[in-house]
């Protein structure tokens, strides 16, 4: 019994374990994977507090679900229970564009499903931003470059001073903006507390990503005798007379690049150990140059107090723009772990997804479909009501002609001031037709009235005008479903041209290339062309039917104002 208890409450414990909720306040959260097992370091292997870049943009993210400026975002460790420091670099609502860097305490090698909570949408909450916090003291210098006014800073705690004089800001970088540089360096101050120097456990490692313009030579940095370049492809670290070079390097082209110096200085080219020697450590301290002669752009350059590990470096790598890093879950909702799809299932993410351009294309298809649709619909009627009295009048009209073709009868007087076929447009012509006769026969004269052959024509003007009028009547609005039909698909397309641009702009603007961060976004443009075809289907067939109908009534008129002109003149011959 008691084996039975235990059973029975570890049941009711394991799904309450696997839904729980770090914070009720928050409405929404995602899943951050990251998998280490690409890299090829060696599964003991561990990296502390990693800055972790997660790149948000329409594909991945309901900017809807959070603040204009992304205040309500915190991360959560795998336990669910462990808040992270984060430090928003950028974010776009407008856009759809954002870059976080979140601290994560702890990677191993080798592990598929390391993860980190992303929770969103609390209107209560404050910010919670803290570079100083994800840049640890061992960080003595960071910078993102994310300053669009290219008065770049200094994130790491010890807020050294930077002079980008000649240094511009490059909005499509590695992770968010860089820096682009012409030759021209920045010049970094370091305080005297962000110094290195040697002792138990000190080293010194840099890293950085750049992307040269050409494969002339350049200083990448230089600081305390060490020093970084590039030439003819190659990357070069130089320390008094040691030298390490390693090649690789491609022009128009991203890559890391790492240093680490301990008991030996380590050469580090996309995340792989490509040149080591023997060295010592020293003082390093006072101005550092960045960019000496260099051409082509620079991101996300660190510099840390301690020799970095292998997969310390690999890890930078793999957030690259083909990086495997980092992976999104699907958004769930008040706890439920259930998928963020809006109750529409896939068409409900795609809708989600959309881009602020393609919303306003498919409203304004929207309102062309309900345009379309009324058209449809009452022409429909219209015609029909149309046809239906058309045959009355025919069949009255047939039942007594000679005494229809009287203008002084009975019968005609009755048939002209009929209400039953007041939409019918063979009695209008008929009405305009007895009107133009009544005005051209004596009404005192017995037996027929003769007709000369200018009044014949002339009341066959009248009844063609009167025939036209209709015929314009007929066709009132159908200019409406022929824009439908050739418009709509060409706004459909514009939506989702303009959907895919954002899309492939986002993936430039914050480096997260792979098929799921491209798959919404270009699903959810596609819905653009989808609404257009939508409201161009429909309006083809409703059109071709109504034009059909439109045709059959226009010969009926044609065909009974031949036969009015022709019985007319035989009664009223002279």
Same mark, same amino acid.
Do not use: C
């Given at each position: 019994?008691?084996?039975?208890?235990?059973?029975?409450?570890?049941?009711?414990?394991?799904?309450?374990?696997?839904?729980?909720?770090?914070?009720?306040?928050?409405?929404?959260?995602? $899943?951050?994977?990251?998998? /280490?097992?690409?890299?090829?370091?060696?599964?003991?292997?561990?990296?502390?507090?990693?800055?972790?870049? =997660?790149?948000?943009?329409?594909?991945?993210?309901?900017?809807?679900?959070?603040?204009?400026?992304?205040?309500?975002?915190?991360?959560?460790?795998?336990?669910?229970?462990?808040?992270?420091?984060?430090?928003?670099?950028?974010?776009?609502?407008?856009?759809?564009?954002?870059?976080?860097?979140?601290?994560?305490?702890?990677?191993?090698?080798?592990?598929?499903?390391?993860?980190?909570?992303?929770?969103?949408?609390?209107?209560?909450?404050?910010?919670?931003?803290?570079?100083?916090?994800?840049?640890?003291?061992?960080?003595?210098?960071?910078?993102?470059?994310?300053?669009?006014? #290219?008065?770049?800073?200094?994130?790491?705690?010890?807020?050294?001073?930077? @002079?980008?004089?000649?240094?511009?800001?490059?909005?499509? #970088?590695?992770?968010? +903006?860089?820096?682009?540089?012409?030759?021209?360096?920045?010049?970094?101050?370091?305080?005297?507390?962000?110094?290195?120097?040697?002792?138990?456990?000190?080293?010194?490692?840099? &890293?950085?990503?750049? !992307?040269?313009?050409?494969?002339?030579?350049?200083?990448?940095? /230089?600081?305390?005798?060490?020093? *970084?370049?590039?030439?003819?492809?190659?990357? /070069?670290?130089?320390?008094?007379?040691?030298?390490?070079?390693?090649?690789?390097? $491609?022009?128009?082209?991203?890559?890391?690049?790492?240093?680490?110096?301990?008991?030996?200085?380590?050469?580090?080219?996309?995340?792989?150990?490509?040149?080591?020697?023997?060295?010592?450590?020293?003082?390093? +301290? #006072?101005?550092?140059?960045?960019?000496?002669?260099?051409?082509?752009?620079?991101?996300?350059?660190?510099?840390?107090?301690?020799?970095?590990?292998?997969?310390?470096?690999?890890?930078?790598? @793999?957030?690259?723009?083909?990086?495997? *890093?980092?992976?999104?879950?699907?958004?769930?909702?008040?706890?439920?772990?259930?998928?963020?799809? +809006?109750?529409?299932?896939?068409? #409900?993410?795609?809708?989600? &997804?959309?881009?602020?351009?393609?919303?306003?294309?498919?409203?304004?298809? @929207?309102?062309?479909?309900?345009?379309?649709?009324?058209?449809?619909?009452? $022409?429909?009627?219209?015609?029909?009501?149309?046809?239906?009295?058309?045959?009355?009048?025919?069949?009255?009209?047939?039942?007594?002609?000679?005494?229809?073709?009287?203008?002084?009868?009975?019968?005609? !007087?009755?048939?002209? +001031?009929?209400?039953?076929?007041?939409?019918?447009?063979?009695?209008?012509?008929?009405?305009?037709?007895?009107?133009?006769?009544?005005?051209?026969?004596?009404?005192?004269?017995?037996?027929?009235?003769?007709?000369?052959?200018?009044?014949?024509?002339?009341?066959?003007?009248?009844?063609?005008? /009167?025939?036209?009028?209709?015929?314009?009547?007929?066709?009132?609005?159908?200019?409406?479903?022929?824009?439908?039909?050739?418009?709509?698909?060409?706004?459909?397309?514009?939506?989702?041209?303009?959907?895919?641009?954002?899309?492939?702009?986002?993936?430039?603007?914050?480096?997260?290339?792979?098929?799921?961060?491209?798959?919404?976004?270009?699903?959810?443009?596609?819905?653009?062309? =989808?609404?257009?075809?939508?409201?161009?289907?429909?309006?083809?067939?409703?059109?071709?039917?109504?034009?059909?109908?439109?045709?059959?009534?226009?010969?009926?008129?044609? @065909?009974? &104002?031949?036969?009015?002109?022709?019985?007319?003149?035989?009664?009223?011959?002279?």
């Amino acid at each position: 019994m008691k084996r039975f208890l235990a059973l029975l409450t570890l049941l009711l414990v394991l799904p309450m374990s696997a839904h729980a909720w770090w914070n009720a306040e928050w409405k929404f959260r995602k $899943k951050i994977t990251l998998d /280490t097992s690409a890299l090829t370091a060696e599964a003991s292997d561990v990296a502390t507090g990693v800055p972790v870049a =997660v790149r948000l943009h329409s594909g991945n993210f309901l900017f809807t679900d959070a603040k204009p400026d992304g205040s309500d975002i915190r991360f959560v460790a795998g336990d669910d229970k462990t808040p992270l420091k984060h430090h928003i670099e950028m974010f776009d609502a407008a856009n759809q564009l954002a870059i976080l860097w979140v601290q994560v305490p702890r990677l191993a090698a080798k592990t598929p499903s390391d993860a980190v909570w992303m929770y969103t949408s609390n209107a209560k909450a404050a910010a919670a931003d803290d570079a100083k916090g994800v840049y640890s003291p061992s960080q003595r210098l960071r910078l993102n470059f994310s300053e669009a006014d #290219g008065a770049f800073k200094d994130a790491s705690p010890y807020a050294n001073l930077v @002079a980008a004089v000649g240094v511009a800001y490059g909005p499509a #970088g590695m992770a968010g +903006g860089s820096a682009l540089f012409t030759g021209k360096p920045l010049k970094i101050t370091m305080l005297e507390a962000a110094a290195i120097k040697p002792g138990s456990g000190a080293g010194l490692s840099w &890293s950085a990503w750049v !992307k040269p313009k050409a494969v002339g030579a350049g200083q990448l940095f /230089t600081w305390g005798g060490l020093t *970084l370049a590039t030439a003819n492809g190659n990357a /070069t670290a130089t320390l008094d007379k040691l030298k390490l070079s390693a090649p690789g390097l $491609k022009a128009g082209e991203w890559h890391h690049l790492g240093l680490s110096l301990s008991d030996k200085l380590v050469l580090f080219v996309d995340g792989k150990e490509v040149a080591s020697q023997a060295a010592a450590m020293r003082d390093f +301290g #006072g101005d550092m140059i960045v960019g000496q002669g260099y051409e082509g752009e620079l991101d996300a350059l660190e510099v840390a107090a301690v020799p970095r590990t292998s997969l310390w470096f690999q890890l930078q790598a @793999a957030q690259g723009a083909e990086g495997t *890093l980092v992976a999104y879950g699907e958004a769930e909702q008040d706890g439920a772990a259930e998928a963020d799809t +809006g109750g529409g299932g896939y068409i #409900g993410v795609l809708v989600k &997804s959309l881009t602020l351009d393609a919303k306003i294309v498919i409203v304004i298809l @929207a309102v062309m479909f309900a345009i379309a649709i009324y058209v449809m619909v009452s $022409k429909t009627l219209i015609l029909g009501r149309i046809g239906r009295q058309n045959t009355q009048f025919i069949n009255a009209f047939e039942e007594e002609p000679q005494k229809h073709l009287d203008p002084h009868s009975e019968t005609s !007087k009755k048939l002209r +001031g009929g209400t039953q076929m007041g939409d019918s447009s063979l009695a209008r012509m008929y009405s305009t037709g007895m009107r133009e006769l009544d005005r051209r026969v004596n009404a005192k004269a017995h037996g027929p009235t003769a007709l000369s052959g200018e009044a014949v024509a002339a009341i066959k003007a009248s009844i063609d005008s /009167t025939l036209i009028r209709e015929n314009q009547r007929l066709t009132k609005m159908m200019v409406l479903l022929t824009i439908a039909i050739s418009g709509g698909p060409f706004l459909g397309l514009l939506g989702t041209v303009v959907g895919v641009m954002i899309t492939f702009a986002a993936i430039a603007a914050t480096g997260d290339v792979n098929i799921n961060s491209i798959a919404p976004g270009i699903a959810a443009a596609l819905l653009a062309t =989808v609404a257009g075809l939508t409201v161009a289907i429909p309006s083809l067939f409703g059109y071709n039917y109504l034009i059909t109908r439109i045709k059959n009534l226009t010969a009926d008129m044609q @065909a009974f &104002s031949d036969e009015f002109i022709t019985r007319m003149a035989e009664a009223h011959n002279q």
